[in-house]
């Protein structure tokens, strides 16, 4: 049962007795900022007593009066604030019987077929290869798997995209800063932390040197071959930084619990 549509139709039959015409959509509750004002609220008499050249206060007297007559069980009791607010406080048993509900359905509780037959595509966190994984990151994996899970719980097919920036200047900037901290490049057995400080480290380098423009010239000249796949050596270099930061990233998303059905590149988009 859906409290708010409930309390609409009540609301409406309400008005109905009293010879009051209205637009459901009009009359819909929502939830108070402040839980003193009750768990459900309407500002029906107010916008009915504006059209009509009413008091809204006395309209939401009078509809008080017709609302109790037929108020559903699961409301304790219905108060009028300020100028014409309809407060609604629901019964503390409708509470403890959600309760009830919620052990009842175990895992399953909230789940439904509102979106059965639906496909909908969730596209989320978007890490950049050869570049940290970030608070940002963890931010937008956060969103995007709670909206994927919220689709998915009412019957929808959810596919999760994961677009990543695998080519660019920050790709360029990072092959060469490996190239100038060659010395310093992890072993291929080394730990993948390792590896991942070690790009990390090697991106910084580049990015300072760009930015202060040393190497400019150079960088934008790596930024093409990449773009290109002309330089064998480069590609190498390309291919072991991209690895490491996919697999990095991979060990992120299990510990976050989520995972992806499709992997967008924008190598592949160019």
């Known amino acids: 049962m859906m409290i708010s549509e409930e309390l609409t139709r009540t609301l409406n039959e309400a008005l109905a007795s009293l010879g009051i015409e209205a637009d459901p959509a009009e009359l819909v509750p929502e939830h108070p900022a402040e839980l003193a004002h009750g768990d459900f609220a309407s500002n029906a008499a107010m916008k009915l007593a504006h059209k009509q050249g009413g008091n809204p206060r006395e309209l939401a007297e009078t509809l008080v009066a017709a609302l109790e007559k037929s108020k559903p069980a699961f409301v304790e009791r219905i108060e009028i604030a300020g100028p014409g607010f309809i407060n609604f406080f629901l019964a503390r048993g409708?509470?403890?019987?959600?309760?009830?509900?919620?052990?009842?359905?175990?895992?399953?509780?909230g789940s439904n077929e509102t979106l059965e037959g639906k496909r909908v595509m969730v596209e989320y966190t978007d890490p950049n290869p050869f570049k940290e994984f970030h608070a940002g990151h963890?931010?937008?994996?956060?969103?995007?798997?709670?909206?994927?899970r919220l689709y998915e719980w009412q019957g929808a097919r959810v596919a999760r995209a994961n677009y990543q920036g695998d080519v660019g200047p920050h790709v360029a900037k990072a092959i060469w800063g490996m190239r100038q901290l060659v010395h310093k490049m992890p072993a291929d057995d080394a730990p993948l932390y390792d590896k991942v400080r070690f790009l990390g480290d090697a991106y910084v380098t580049g990015s300072a040197a760009y930015e202060e423009g040393s190497a400019k010239g150079e960088?934008?000249?790596?930024?093409?071959?990449?773009?290109?796949?002309?330089?064998?050596?480069?590609?190498?270099?390309?291919?072991?930084?991209?690895?490491?930061?996919?697999?990095?990233?991979?060990?992120?998303?299990?510990?976050?619990?989520?995972?992806?059905?499709?992997?967008f590149f924008e190598s592949q988009v160019f």
């Open 219 to 263: 960088i934008d000249n790596i930024n093409t071959a990449i773009y290109e796949r002309s330089d064998e050596a480069l590609n190498e270099l390309y291919t072991w930084g991209r690895t490491v930061s996919l697999n990095h990233f991979e060990e992120i998303y299990k510990k976050l619990g989520t995972r992806f059905d499709y992997y």
């Open 94 to 109: 409708f509470f403890a019987k959600s309760l009830d509900d919620i052990v009842a359905h175990g895992d399953q509780f």
């Open 138 to 148: 963890v931010m937008a994996n956060s969103i995007g798997e709670a909206i994927a």
